[in-house]
């Protein structure tokens, strides 16, 4: 299909004609792509790092509420992704579903550097008495919160998924290229969180909030002035199906009307397109695979339902979202830790020894930084010396399975909050040895302490958020890869609500009846280690669940037609390695 010298893969540019391989897409168009990531993180990381701080100091919530607060507004960022990639896979396309939501996501950024600005918009405190936020304050203030969810609803499971894009599948080198894409965005992404961890909170509690969050509010516009002088090298997928969607709820019900009929013994049996068909419609034929074959039902020729009967491809689509469903489950958990970064860490943070020198102190919320200080460095090691040689020794262009990818991650996870479990332990220790009762008395244990856990943190997620991106960018159905993208997001957002809800049950347990609760405000007088020691034994038993999902996975195999010939695409699905996750 490469005609003088034309993309492979049937992208086209803004106007939907067809664009030359030479001059679009590939790095040259993700240039643009990166520098907007790293603004809308220094953005997002700006808020979120140190907001659990602006409820308790400035808006003076209590600790239980503000840690709900931001595990709502978190999981809200991360779960209104699903209805920004609905609206790209069937109405308006990336490029326009993008470029509405970046507007909405600016003017949330207004609205809050605004509500922070301005005194009468925030409660004010006479002679050491400060006031609760009125209902307009409050009112304001989360408005300005969650306009900016809304906007990121549509930017964040398109720019990704877009940026992907720009790499051609039927080109070898652009695939190759594809490969270490991930790796690279998800490397803006923490460079972004850098500058905010490191350089906006510290402005936020030193200089003001209204400069904290102004700088990056300045910055997203920046950022999307660059974006759209790069409209002329983009390339855009074409959409090949008015609602992708639709098969979700289709072969199900197909399947249940045929549920009284016999599935044929061999799958050639089954309904399916010409390749022809395919040819001309440039369409990918996703192959049969022997799991969930109870759908198998909606591809019987001979049915009972009046709807003509359902492709192979199309069953197969459904049954790539079940799988990805199941994996999706169980990464759950692993974001509830990943919740505790923003927001327990950081108030655990507040009651150590933050001194550095004779005079300045750390913000708690700066330890963040070490989180994305070891993402930084571990990416290019991993990209450039873990691949290569684990690519020798597997035959996997990737170096290891997606699945073996996030597991690794889990466990390096797992050991993070054990890590954290153990440093909690010894801060009660010291709260015990020096008598100390009061919520703002300062426990005689460096902040640094807490290092560790941060730093395996940021290692775990250069394995499991980056794969976990990857893997359901790449296992989505075709025309459905910004709605698959949400998996991720969603499991994020799933997992920073799972937080809230557990914060707030285990702090009504606890507490009840004049209980000492485990997450109280007073942090000295609290018991916080057995809340991390009750999410080191969920985090392994799910990693049991994880190991039982990747087991009965299996990857999705295409055949992309096309006059001259075929190409196969990910081949090896059904093998077992030793670890149990398929190869």
């Given at each position: 299909?490469?005609?003088?010298?034309?993309?492979?893969?049937?992208?086209?540019?803004?106007?939907?004609r067809?664009?030359?391989?030479?001059?679009?897409?590939?790095?040259?168009?993700?240039?643009?792509?990166?520098?907007?990531?790293?603004?809308?993180?220094?953005?997002f990381?700006?808020?979120?790092?140190?907001?659990?701080?602006?409820?308790?100091?400035?808006?003076?919530?209590?600790?239980?509420s503000?840690?709900?607060?931001?595990?709502?507004?978190?999981?809200?960022?991360?779960?209104?992704?699903?209805?920004?990639?609905?609206?790209?896979?069937?109405?308006?396309?990336?490029f326009?579903?993008?470029?509405?939501?970046?507007?909405?996501?600016?003017?949330?950024?207004?609205?809050?550097?605004?509500?922070?600005?301005?005194?009468?918009?925030?409660?004010?405190?006479?002679?050491?008495?400060?006031?609760?936020?009125?209902?307009?304050?409050?009112?304001?203030?989360?408005?300005?919160?969650?306009?900016i969810?809304i906007?990121?609803?549509?930017?964040?499971?398109?720019?990704?998924?877009?940026?992907?894009?720009?790499?051609?599948?039927?080109?070898?080198?652009?695939?190759?290229h594809?490969?270490?894409?991930?790796n690279?965005?998800m490397?803006?992404?923490?460079?972004?969180?850098?500058?905010a961890t490191?350089?906006?909170?510290?402005?936020?509690?030193?200089?003001?909030?209204?400069?904290?969050?102004?700088?990056?509010?300045?910055?997203?516009?920046?950022?999307?002035?660059?974006?759209?002088?790069?409209?002329?090298?983009?390339?855009?997928?074409?959409?090949?199906?008015?609602?992708?969607?639709?098969?979700?709820?289709?072969?199900?019900?197909?399947?249940?009307?045929?549920?009284?009929?016999?599935?044929?013994n061999?799958?050639s049996?089954?309904?399916?397109?010409?390749?022809?068909?395919?040819?001309?419609?440039?369409k990918?034929?996703?192959?049969?695979?022997?799991?969930?074959?109870?759908?198998?039902?909606?591809?019987?020729?001979?049915?009972?339902?009046?709807?003509?009967?359902?492709?192979?491809t199309?069953?197969?689509?459904?049954?790539?979202?079940?799988g990805?469903?199941?994996?999706?489950?169980?990464?759950?958990?692993?974001?509830?830790?990943?919740?505790?970064?923003?927001?327990?860490f950081?108030?655990?943070?507040?009651?150590?020894?933050?001194?550095?020198?004779?005079?300045?102190?750390?913000?708690?919320?700066?330890?963040?930084?070490?989180?994305?200080?070891?993402?930084?460095?571990?990416?290019?090691?991993?990209?450039?010396?873990?691949v290569?040689?684990?690519?020798?020794?597997?035959?996997?262009?990737?170096?290891?399975t997606?699945?073996?990818?996030?597991?690794?991650?889990?466990?390096?996870?797992?050991?993070?909050?054990?890590i954290?479990?153990?440093?909690?332990?010894?801060?009660?220790?010291?709260?015990?040895?020096?008598?100390?009762?009061?919520?703002k008395?300062?426990?005689?244990?460096?902040?640094?302490?807490?290092?560790?856990?941060?730093?395996?943190?940021?290692?775990?997620?250069?394995?499991?958020?980056?794969?976990?991106?990857?893997?359901?960018?790449?296992?989505?159905?075709?025309?459905?890869?910004?709605?698959?993208?949400?998996?991720?997001t969603?499991?994020?957002?799933?997992?920073?609500f799972?937080?809230?809800?557990?914060?707030?049950?285990?702090?009504?347990?606890?507490?009840?009846?004049?209980?000492k609760?485990w997450?109280?405000?007073?942090?000295?007088?609290?018991?916080?280690?057995?809340?991390?020691?009750?999410?080191?034994v969920?985090s392994?038993?799910?990693?049991?669940?994880?190991?039982?999902?990747?087991?009965?996975?299996?990857?999705?195999?295409?055949?992309?037609?096309?006059?001259?010939?075929?190409?196969e695409?990910?081949?090896k699905?059904?093998?077992?390695?030793?670890?149990?996750?398929?190869?």
């Amino acid at each position: 299909m490469e005609t003088k010298g034309y993309t492979q893969d049937g992208t086209v540019d803004l106007r939907g004609r067809p664009v030359l391989a030479s001059k679009t897409g590939k790095w040259r168009a993700c240039a643009f792509l990166v520098g907007y990531e790293a603004f809308e993180r220094m953005a997002f990381y700006g808020i979120a790092s140190n907001l659990v701080n602006y409820l308790t100091t400035q808006v003076h919530e209590d600790t239980v509420s503000s840690v709900r607060n931001v595990n709502n507004w978190s999981g809200s960022v991360w779960i209104t992704p699903i209805i920004g990639a609905y609206i790209a896979d069937t109405y308006l396309g990336r490029f326009w579903t993008f470029t509405v939501s970046s507007l909405i996501y600016v003017v949330g950024m207004i609205l809050l550097t605004t509500t922070v600005s301005m005194k009468s918009l925030r409660p004010t405190c006479t002679d050491g008495i400060c006031n609760k936020a009125s209902t307009l304050q409050i009112v304001f203030f989360y408005t300005s919160l969650y306009t900016i969810a809304i906007g990121a609803g549509g930017t964040k499971p398109n720019i990704s998924t877009f940026g992907a894009d720009q790499f051609d599948d039927f080109n070898p080198q652009e695939k190759e290229h594809k490969v270490s894409f991930f790796n690279w965005w998800m490397f803006s992404s923490f460079l972004g969180a850098l500058v905010a961890t490191l350089a906006l909170v510290y402005i936020q509690e030193n200089l003001g909030w209204g400069l904290g969050y102004g700088i990056p509010t300045v910055g997203l516009l920046f950022s999307l002035f660059v974006f759209y002088l790069g409209t002329p090298s983009y390339r855009h997928k074409v959409k090949k199906t008015k609602s992708p969607a639709r098969d979700l709820i289709q072969v199900p019900i197909i399947a249940f009307w045929n549920r009284k009929l016999r599935v044929p013994n061999h799958p050639s049996q089954l309904h399916e397109h010409e390749p022809q068909q395919y040819i001309n419609s440039g369409k990918r034929q996703v192959h049969y695979t022997p799991i969930f074959r109870f759908l198998d039902k909606a591809a019987v020729k001979d049915g009972n339902s009046s709807k003509p009967p359902c492709t192979v491809t199309q069953v197969e689509g459904t049954k790539l979202v079940l799988g990805m469903l199941l994996i999706w489950l169980v990464t759950l958990i692993p974001s509830t830790i990943w919740a505790q970064i923003n927001t327990l860490f950081v108030k655990q943070g507040t009651t150590m020894d933050r001194s550095l020198g004779s005079s300045f102190q750390i913000p708690a919320a700066s330890l963040g930084s070490f989180v994305t200080f070891s993402m930084l460095l571990s990416v290019p090691m991993y990209d450039r010396y873990f691949v290569p040689f684990m690519r020798r020794k597997t035959g996997n262009p990737r170096g290891i399975t997606l699945l073996q990818r996030l597991g690794i991650g889990f466990v390096i996870q797992i050991a993070a909050i054990a890590i954290a479990y153990a440093v909690e332990v010894r801060r009660m220790h010291a709260i015990r040895m020096h008598h100390i009762m009061g919520p703002k008395e300062t426990v005689p244990m460096s902040i640094f302490c807490l290092l560790p856990q941060y730093v395996l943190l940021g290692i775990a997620d250069v394995f499991n958020a980056i794969g976990l991106l990857e893997f359901f960018y790449d296992q989505s159905p075709e025309d459905m890869q910004s709605l698959g993208t949400t998996f991720f997001t969603s499991g994020i957002g799933v997992g920073n609500f799972l937080n809230s809800f557990l914060v707030t049950v285990v702090d009504k347990i606890t507490g009840r009846g004049n209980g000492k609760s485990w997450i109280g405000d007073n942090l000295n007088d609290s018991h916080l280690d057995y809340y991390y020691g009750f999410l080191l034994v969920i985090s392994t038993l799910n990693l049991g669940a994880f190991l039982w999902a990747s087991s009965k996975y299996v990857y999705k195999r295409e055949t992309i037609e096309f006059n001259e010939g075929c190409i196969e695409l990910e081949s090896k699905a059904l093998e077992i390695s030793p670890l149990g996750l398929q190869v």
